[in-house]
């Protein structure tokens, strides 16, 4: 059975000015026809199929995902090729994407300081440990309980892997301690979490599906875009009858007065990070 790659699998990325980029894609062809017959010359069943300009350099698309010798011919032939320049031509890098992980067996109660985890604690840890050696992460890790009544969290992680996985299959299933515990690397799906609409801006539904006919706004709850909250409330509006006189706040400048959290009522506005609901998106409870 034919077995097709994904095009975004099948690529090679290399980074050079604008200028350079149309100057390599006019003989596009005759590249092609070498960049073959130096992987052939390594004995490498990668074959090119075609080049194409981009914003910020070229891409190769190949029939295989590349291994570090095809990168380095393929690297060798397009330096050789703009001699003059090619100190402005990058290593060619395969296409990054991310992969989803969580660690479980960490406990919820940090052993060290008798209180919740911290996620400082966890970028430490994932700093330190040795399994985590040039690996990147896309974003912050999230902190969850297993349940209500359990004393164990998961730590969701994402991170930047290339076409073959490599980093992934270097720590997944992997163990390693912490404190007296063992955790272990697992493979996840995706984890959203609890989603934030963007129209009344509550928690639990998305905006395609909300029920408010008209956009809320995020600073004040009031019935208008947010872009619009200077023109609607009151506290951006010049008073010169009260007590202390209040001036009107200039066009672009931020709003000076407090914003009150129309879910936590904390003192931000409805999609801070500061947000109680925030900080528990990824909850299970």
Same mark, same amino acid.
């Given at each position: 059975m034919?077995s097709l790659l994904?095009?975004?699998?099948?690529q090679?990325i290399? &980074?050079m /000015?604008?200028k350079?980029a149309? *100057?390599f894609i006019k %003989?596009s062809?005759?590249h $092609?026809?070498?960049?073959?017959?130096a &992987?052939?010359?390594i004995?490498s069943?990668?074959?090119?199929d075609?080049?194409q300009?981009?914003?910020?350099?070229?891409?190769? !698309?190949?029939?295989?995902?590349? #291994?570090i #010798?095809?990168?380095?011919?393929?690297? +060798?032939?397009?330096?050789?090729?703009? !001699?003059?320049?090619s100190?402005?031509v990058? !290593?060619?890098r395969?296409p990054q994407s991310k #992969?989803y992980l @969580?660690?479980v067996?960490?406990?919820f109660i940090?052993?060290r300081?008798?209180?919740?985890i911290? &996620?400082n604690?966890?970028?430490?840890?994932l700093?330190t /440990?040795? &399994?985590? /050696?040039?690996i990147?992460l896309?974003? +912050?890790?999230? $902190?969850? *309980?297993v349940?209500?009544?359990?004393? =164990? #969290?998961?730590?969701w992680?994402?991170?930047?892997?290339?076409?073959?996985?490599s %980093?992934?299959?270097?720590i997944?299933?992997r163990?390693?301690?912490?404190g007296s515990f063992?955790?272990?690397?697992c493979?996840?799906?995706?984890n959203p979490g =609890?989603p934030?609409? *963007?129209n009344?801006?509550?928690?639990?539904h =998305?905006?395609?599906?909300c029920?408010?006919?008209?956009?809320k706004c995020v600073?004040?709850n009031?019935?208008h875009?947010?872009k619009?909250?200077c023109h609607?409330t009151?506290?951006? +509006?010049? /008073?010169?009858?009260i007590?202390l006189?209040?001036?009107e706040?200039?066009?672009?400048?931020?709003?000076?007065?407090?914003?009150?959290?129309?879910?936590c009522?904390?003192?931000?506005q409805?999609?801070s990070?500061?947000?109680?609901?925030w @900080?528990?998106?990824? %909850?299970k409870?």
């Open positions: 034919l994904p095009s975004f699998l099948t090679v290399i &980074l /000015n604008n350079l149309k *100057k %003989n062809s005759i $092609i026809v070498n960049i073959n017959h &992987l052939k010359n004995w069943n990668t074959i090119s075609f080049i300009a981009e914003d910020k350099g070229i891409t190769i !698309t190949i029939n295989n995902i590349s #291994s #010798s095809d990168l380095q011919e393929i690297e +060798k032939y397009v330096k050789s090729s703009l !001699t003059s320049d100190e402005h990058s !290593t060619p395969l #992969s @969580k660690i067996g960490i406990p940090s052993e300081m008798n209180t919740c911290f &996620l604690e966890i970028k430490n840890i700093k /440990n040795h &399994l985590f /050696n040039n990147i896309t974003s +912050k890790p999230y $902190i969850i *309980k349940s209500l009544k359990s004393d =164990m #969290s998961i730590i992680i994402d991170i930047w892997d290339i076409q073959s996985r %980093n992934t299959k270097k997944i299933n163990y390693f301690n912490i063992i955790a272990t690397v493979r996840a799906n995706m =609890m934030q609409c *963007k009344c801006w509550k928690w639990g =998305m905006a395609e599906v029920h408010i006919q008209r956009s600073k004040c009031g019935p875009l947010t619009y909250y609607f009151w506290c951006c +509006k010049a /008073n010169d009858k007590n006189p209040r001036l706040t200039k066009k672009g400048e931020p709003c000076p007065y407090m914003f009150k959290c129309l879910n009522k904390g003192d931000h409805a999609n990070n500061d947000c109680l609901f @900080k528990h998106c990824f %909850n409870e």
